[in-house]
């Protein structure tokens, strides 16, 4: 039974950190996407669109920019509760394994039968 046991808990931590790592890679695609509006608006604003309607749009990009960074917190912080999950799936398997092993093996206590 330790052993099916044992297996699960590594299963979950394997499917948990599958889990962490796409959060990484969702984390790592919307840090390049901030990075290229923040790019885009900095051309636009100082280049491009030296107006009024620049400012505005600057400011736009500036509030999405801060709801974003909501997101991609979210996201990373998923991402650490997956990674602190996983580490503790494993050792609680870890700890799992060494107390079935401290177990004698059934049939070697030396107990023959019931005295009758």
Known sequence: MADATG??????AQVTLKAKDAFDGAVAKLTSIVS???????????TAMVT???E??????VQWA??????RSTLNWMSQQL??????LTNGNNQSADM???LPAFGN???VSFPS
Do not use: K, M, P
């Not at 290229?36 to 100082?46: D, K, N, P, R």
């Not at 801060?66 to 997101?71: I, N």
């Open 52 to 54: 009024t309607a620049g």
């Open 100 to 102: 079935a092993a401290a």
């Open 7 to 12: 297996n699960t808990l590594a299963n979950e």
């Open 66 to 71: 801060q709801d974003f960074e909501d997101l």
């Open 36 to 46: 290229g509006v923040f790019e885009s608006q900095q051309q636009l604003t100082s």
């Open 109 to 111: 206590s030396g107990f």
């Open 56 to 61: 505005r749009f600057g400011g736009v990009v």
């Open 83 to 88: 990674g602190d999950t996983a580490q503790q």
